[in-house]
C-alpha cells in the first residue's frame, strides 16, 4: 500500500511550521530534486515543513549544512526532516500564489482522474506578461494550465493520474468534419538549460502507437536537443514538438 502524498494547502492565516514560532508563514516549503539519468525533477511540498516565514527561512538558508545540488545531501535546521536527498527550496506566498502553486484536491491522489481545474484568467494574463514566472509553477499545475491553453483552442482535454512511467499527462479530443482525433500531451516543466531529450520523445512516439492515438505532443517551458528534433521532424504527422516560444505566443493569444 502507497501512503498518499501528505499536502498541506495554503489558507490565509497559516503560522511558520518552525517549533513555537508564531509568526504568519510568509513562504511555502519545497524539496527540489533532479534526476539526471531518468531527466526527472521531484519538485514537491516538504511535508516535514510545509510552510515558513521570512526570518526563519533566512535562517535556514544560513545555517543549512551541504551542497545544493541533484541527488546531494543538505541539512536543514528546520526544513527537510525526512533525510531524503534533495535541497530546499520557496515559493513565496504572494498574491498570485493561490493562483500559481495551488494545486486542485484529488491531484495527490494517483487513483483519480482529474478533472480540468478552472485556471484562472488572471493567472493567464499574468503569465503573458511573466513569461518568466513558468518556471515556478508546480509540475502539475502546468499541466493544468497546458489543457486549459489548449480547451481554449478547441481541444477537449483530460488530466490523467499522475504515473512515474510517464509518457501522457493529457488526453487531447477534437472532432471535425473528418472524424474524431486523439493527442496524448506530455508536460515537461523544465528550466531552460535542462533541454527535453530524443528518449522523451521516444516515449510519447510509443505510447502514441501503442495506444493507436493520432498524435503524441510534448509541451515544454525548455527547449529540445538537436537529437530530439532530428528524431521528430521525419514524424511530424505523427509527433509534436512546443516549446517555450510556443507556449509565449498560446499565453498571449489566450481568448483574445
Ligand atoms: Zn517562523
Request: net charge negative; with cysteine; aromatic share 12%.
Amino acid at each position: 500500500m502507497i501512503e498518499p502524498i501528505k499536502h498541506f494547502s495554503y489558507e490565509s492565516g497559516r503560522k511558520c511550521s518552525a517549533a513555537e514560532c508564531t509568526r504568519l508563514a510568509d513562504y511555502e516549503v519545497y524539496l527540489y530534486d533532479y534526476y539526471p539519468f531518468q531527466n526527472e525533477e521531484f519538485f514537491e511540498q516538504d511535508y516535514t515543513c510545509p510552510f515558513l516565514c521570512t526570518e526563519h527561512m533566512e535562517q535556514n538558508e544560513q545555517e543549512a549544512i551541504g551542497e545544493r545540488k541533484p541527488r546531494g545531501f543538505v541539512s536543514y535546521p528546520f526544513s527537510k526532516r525526512s533525510f531524503a536527498q534533495g535541497y530546499t527550496t520557496y515559493a513565496p506566498l504572494s498574491d498570485v500564489y493561490p493562483l500559481l502553486y495551488s494545486v486542485g484536491t484529488g491531484a495527490a491522489d494517483p487513483g483519480l482522474v482529474r478533472s480540468v481545474a478552472e485556471v484562472n484568467d488572471e493567472l493567464i494574463r499574468h503569465l503573458a506578461k511573466h513569461p518568466e514566472l513558468l518556471y515556478d509553477l508546480h509540475p502539475r499545475r502546468f499541466e493544468e494550465l497546458v489543457a486549459e491553453l489548449l480547451r481554449a483552442q478547441g481541444f477537449e482535454p483530460t488530466l490523467t493520474p499522475r504515473t512515474r512511467d510517464g509518457g501522457r499527462d493529457i488526453l487531447a479530443a477534437r472532432s471535425d468534419a473528418l472524424g474524431s482525433l486523439l493527442y496524448l500531451v506530455e508536460c515537461k516543466r523544465y528550466a531552460p538549460k535542462n533541454k527535453v531529450g530524443v528518449e522523451v520523445v521516444r516515449a510519447i512516439h510509443g505510447v502514441t502507437n501503442s495506444e493507436r492515438a493520432t498524435k503524441g505532443v510534448i509541451v515544454t517551458t525548455s527547449f529540445f536537443t538537436k537529437n530530439a528534433i532530428d528524431f521528430a521532424t521525419p514524424l511530424k504527422y505523427g509527433i509534436g514538438l512546443h516549446d517555450f516560444e510556443t507556449l509565449k505566443s498560446w499565453l498571449a493569444s489566450y481568448r483574445n
